[in-house]
């Protein structure tokens, strides 16, 4: 029978890379990385993340310790996630300059047609 | 009363999902629905590997249990079957879980016994962002009631917090043990 095959090989290794302590580190390191882009928001980004993410020069350290910590298919997911986050944010921000009714230059004064 | 009457639901409470399983739990026995009749089970499909709505989905099903059980004196039997059982075998799933809660059952098995009951209960599963042996499992992450009689009762998804799903839980298992002893 399948089943008991399936029992009989599956294999005893854990993967420790998922469970609590390691999740509890990654998200560690991931918060510093993304709190040091906040920080440096106003630095040009030169490095490339993933998913199309850049970074500041002065954030690699933090990058090299959130890689190193969590998968890489955990830090594409947590990138995605953050440019989402980000795209959202501007969009929301962006209430200046392309929001709301037109403002003519003069006020409008409505002539009726017939003069009479 | 014949077979097919068992089945007969009112048209306002959706699809009937679910069926019959056949999978192995965290010490390697086989466990079936025989085993889960005559419970009210709260069942969760996810995979190990998530990195953030796996864990949260698992604490919030454990809390839930919990509440239900403290304030409500419910019993309801929480089950967490695995949509990535290549990579969650029994030892494994059994380290992860008995970090959570070592009353929520774990199922895995071979790929084609998820595959049936996945296909059963109606859930989305596809692996995604595969980097050489690495890879996500897109699913929904729904959590389904099921009731004694091995009948899927509602489901869940994320957006309910553990007080809401334990609220619910609580409302639909009253209604239903309402209608019951009218019979």
Known sequence: MALEAYSSQAADSVHSDVLSEARIACYKARDAFYA????????????????????????KKN???????CRPTWVKHFDRQYCAKKRVQRLLDDNESRRGPLSLPQPYTFKPPCSC | MCEGEKYERSANKGPIIGGPLSLIDTEGQIVTEKNLIGNWVLLYFGYTSSPDV???EVRKMANTIDILESRQNIKVLPVFVT?????????????????FDS???????????????AQEYRVFFKKIDEQGDDYLVDTSHNMYLINPNMEVERSFGVEYSTDE???????????????????
Request: charged letters at 30%; aromatic letters at 4%; one cysteine or more.
């Open chain 2, 54 to 56: 796996g864990p949260a």
């Open chain 1, 36 to 59: 040091c882009l906040e920080k440096e928001s106003d630095k040009k980004p030169t490095e490339s993340a993933s998913v199309g993410l850049l970074y500041p020069a002065e954030c």
């Open chain 2, 83 to 99: 949509i990535d059982p290549q990579r969650d075998t029994p030892s494994h799933l059994r380290t992860y879980i008995r970090e």
């Open chain 2, 165 to 183: 799903l334990a609220e619910a839980i609580t409302k639909e298992i009253k209604k239903s043990k309402i209608t019951n002893s009218q019979n």
């Open chain 2, 103 to 117: 009353r929520i059952v774990g199922l895995t098995g071979p790929v084609a016994a998820i595959r049936q009951i």
């Open chain 1, 63 to 69: 990058r090299e310790a959130y890689v190193n910590q």
